[in-house]
C-alpha cells in the first residue's frame, strides 16, 4: 500500500486483512468477522469526531467500503475440550465431541 500505511512509526510489516487471518488460524483462532475496509484513517489520528457521526457511520455498513482505509478482523481462540471430559467438565467417558 503506497503512502498513508507507512506515515507511522511502528508500521513496519506490510499486513491485509487476510494475512492476519490467516496466521491467526495458524495459531488456533476461528475468524469470525474480516471485514477489508471498515474505519477511515482520519479515526485514528486526529482530534475525535462527534460520538454522533461514529455511531452513525458503524450503522451504515454501505458507507465502510467508500471511506474505510483500515481493515477489521474479529477472532476468538478455539477452546480445547480435554478428551475423555464433556464440555461440562462431567467425565463423559468417550472423547467429546469437538466445538463447532
Known amino acids: ?37 471498515f474505519l477511515p484513517y482520519s479515526m485514528s489520528t486526529g482530534g475525535n469526531p462527534p460520538l454522533f457521526f461514529v455511531r452513525l457511520y458503524l450503522k451504515l455498513p454501505p458507507l465502510w467500503p467508500l471511506f474505510g482505509k483500515q481493515f477489521l478482523v474479529v477472532a476468538r481462540k478455539k477452546r480445547r475440550v480435554e478428551q475423555g471430559a464433556a464440555p461440562n467438565g462431567d467425565s463423559a467417558g468417550g472423547a467429546a465431541a469437538p466445538l463447532a
Open 1 to 37: 500500500m503506497p503512502g498513508a500505511y507507512w506515515d507511522f512509526w511502528d508500521h513496519f510489516i506490510p499486513l491485509t486483512e487476510l494475512s492476519l487471518s490467516e496466521v491467526l488460524k495458524m495459531k488456533g483462532f476461528n475468524i469470525e468477522s474480516c471485514i477489508p475496509r
